[in-house]
């Protein structure tokens, strides 16, 4: 089980959230990431998830993605991560689980189960079949997480836990890990790193980009 963060998204270009400051590319973040921010000022907050889209289609997957598309090839790798790009998916991962939302889908303001895939800008007057306006799929603060539910069963069934690129300062994020069965090793790599190396935890102070594709080539060794 891998729990991904914006670091390991940093080197493709895409801003971290707690590196700049409590601000989400130089936008405060109770302005667009909040239910209250999106009853406020709509069009801000579209505009502001419509850069980020635009911003998608020009970056890349990172030698720190491909690495763990390439530990699929050894083990059962299943993805949680906190990142709305899709950066793992264009990678090659075949179980990415979202818990904070896709910037590629967009979902009804009045129903949450209707969600569409939405690669270009969302507009006010861009409606669901309700004909309410749609909002981004994006967990804002203060919001359920309903992915929980399939990422715990992830944590309590794996036997290897790398977390990646997170400040492991949101929560329910970073309350998965006590899911986790007692002694199983847990690989943190963070450039700035929230935890030190003891018992089954095992710390890479190091860029994603260097520290992932160095920990698979160990980890294939064990598979
Ligand atoms: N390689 C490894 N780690 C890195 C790199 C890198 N190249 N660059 C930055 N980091 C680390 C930082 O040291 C930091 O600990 O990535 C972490 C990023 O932390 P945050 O910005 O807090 O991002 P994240 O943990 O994903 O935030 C969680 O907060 O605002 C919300 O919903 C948003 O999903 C997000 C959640």
């Given at each position: 089980m891998v729990l991904s963060g914006a670091?390991?998204?940093?080197?493709?270009?895409?801003?971290?959230?707690?590196?700049?400051?409590?601000?989400?590319?130089?936008?405060?973040?109770?302005?667009?990431?909040?239910?209250?921010?999106?009853?406020?000022?709509?069009?801000?907050?579209?505009?502001?998830?419509?850069?980020?889209?635009?911003?998608?289609?020009?970056?890349?997957?990172?030698?720190?993605?491909?690495?763990?598309?390439?530990?699929?090839?050894?083990?059962?790798?299943?993805i949680i991560t906190q990142n709305v790009d899709d950066l793992h998916e264009r990678a090659g991962s075949k179980s990415v689980i979202h818990l904070h939302g896709e910037l590629l889908k967009v979902r009804s303001s009045v129903n949450e189960n209707e969600v569409l895939y939405w690669p270009n800008d969302l507009n006010i007057g861009d409606f669901c079949s309700q004909g309410k306006q749609l909002r981004p799929h994006i967990v804002w603060f203060g919001e359920a997480v309903p992915m929980l539910e399939l990422a715990i069963p992830k944590v309590t069934?794996?036997?290897?836990?790398?977390?990646?690129?997170?400040?492991?300062?949101?929560?329910?994020?970073?309350?998965?890990?006590?899911?986790?069965?007692?002694?199983?090793?847990i690989y943190v790599i963070n450039l700035n790193p929230h935890t030190q190396s003891k018992g089954n935890i095992f710390v890479y102070p190091e860029k994603a980009s260097l520290a992932l594709p160095k920990l698979v080539k160990e980890l294939k060794k064990q598979a």
């Open positions: 670091g390991i998204s940093a080197e493709s270009g895409i801003k971290t959230f707690r590196d700049a400051n409590g601000l989400w590319e130089n936008h405060d973040i109770m302005q667009v990431a909040t239910p209250e921010g999106w009853e406020e000022n709509p069009d801000l907050v579209l505009s502001f998830y419509n850069k980020r889209r635009q911003q998608l289609k020009e970056v890349q997957p990172n030698a720190a993605h491909f690495a763990l598309k390439e530990l699929e090839e050894y083990f059962e790798v299943s069934q794996a036997d290897i836990i790398i977390i990646v690129g997170t400040s492991m300062q949101v929560y329910p994020a970073a309350g998965l890990v006590d899911y986790a069965a007692q002694k199983t090793p």
